[in-house]
């Protein structure tokens, strides 16, 4: 027989995933300043395998305007160049033989809109994933009454429920709110 604690765990455990991965998308998405997390995403070939920019140069933001990354190894230029190139960044770096450079551009408003709506998306997508962990969990109660679970405990554990997923609703809310913000600040 299942019990309240153990069901509103594992709904507060999904739902902690969601938030999770809101953050990692959020992140991704660029606001008009250099951040080393947008190339977090982007992976180089190196010497046969596929890994992480920072696996194989040190990446660094020298002001609010610019990446910068310094292959260890010379023979990586082409490679971590390429890679920029093909990734979603939308950003063409250059190269003076020692470090390579990505310019931030500042934002246009019509980029700043389409930014916003991509992270409202990104907060629907994860506020779908925190219902769809509630629902679950009811789903588990509802059959716990029928094993044996008495219903004035699985209607508590409901109302618990329903807090919980409250909470996780205003972190993204709260979450998205603090990224539109960025994004509009010109």
């Known amino acids: 027989m299942t019990d309240v604690k153990t069901c509103l765990e594992e709904a507060q455990e999904k739902m902690d995933m969601a938030i999770m991965y809101l953050e990692e998308s959020l992140a991704h998405i660029r606001a008009g300043k250099a951040s080393t997390r947008l190339i977090d995403g982007i992976r180089v070939d ?16 020298p002001d ?18 390429k890679a920029i190139i093909d990734s979603d960044l939308g950003i063409t770096p250059e190269n003076n033989g020692e470090i390579i450079r990505i310019g931030i551009p500042p934002l246009t408003e019509e980029r700043r809109k ?9 907060g629907e997508t994860a506020k779908v994933s925190v219902r769809n962990a509630r629902r679950d969990a009811i789903d588990i109660l509802k059959k716990a009454v029928k094993d044996g679970m008495p ?26 709110a603090e990224k539109d913000k960025e994004i509009m600040t010109v």
Not at 64 to 80: E, G, L, Q, T, V
């Open 46 to 61: 190196s010497y046969g395998s596929m890994v992480p920019i920072n696996n194989v140069a040190a990446v660094s933001t």
């Open 64 to 81: 609010a305007r610019s990446i910068a990354i310094k292959p260890w190894d010379k023979n990586m230029f082409r490679a971590i160049e």
């Open 114 to 122: 389409q930014l916003a709506k991509q992270c409202k998306s990104e």
């Open 151 to 176: 219903e004035d405990e699985q209607k508590n554990g409901e109302e618990k429920l329903q807090k919980v997923h409250d909470k996780y609703i205003k972190k993204i809310d709260d979450l998205l």
